[in-house]
Nanobody
Framework: VQLQASGGGLVQPGDSLRLSCVAS????????LSWFRQAPGREREFVSG????????YYADSVKGRFAISREDAKNTVYLQMDNLKPEDTAVYFC??????????????????WGQGTLVTVSS
């Protein structure tokens, strides 16, 4: 599966953004999907993920209550709605796909497909 992320941009603290990740390939609907982010000089970190059905989701503590992940299999798309953005959310955001559809792994090594990344900058 190939992934293409979009939706990043420059926003002010407190603003919202919605990231999208469109996948190509027939197996999209039977994959777990997650978002990671990487800030300059830091390691890639897990942000949020959902299992193949979307029935289970998981969020990093730093974004819980502010971000929401969802998937629309008819459009082969996974979204990350980000509200009340903070300067510390500034990073390149990556979508990733896992061929173990039942799990939501927080380890980048468990993902076998990655999007190219989209930059989110939160600054006043």
């Amino acid at each position: 599966v190939q992934l293409q992320a979009s939706g990043g941009g420059l926003v002010q603290p407190g603003d919202s953004l919605r990231l999208s990740c469109v996948a190509s390939g027939r197996t999209f609907s039977y994959r777990a999907l997650s978002w990671f982010r990487q800030a300059p000089g830091r390691e890639r970190e897990f942000v949020s993920g959902l299992n193949w059905s979307g029935g289970r989701t998981y969020y990093a503590d730093s974004v819980k209550g502010r971000f929401a992940i969802s998937r629309e299999d008819a459009k082969n798309t996974v979204y990350l709605q980000m509200d009340n953005l903070k300067p510390e959310d500034t990073a390149v955001y990556f979508c990733a796909s896992d061929n173990k559809p039942w799990r939501i792994s927080q380890s980048p090594e468990d993902y076998d497909a990655w999007g190219q990344g989209t930059l989110v900058t939160v600054s006043s």
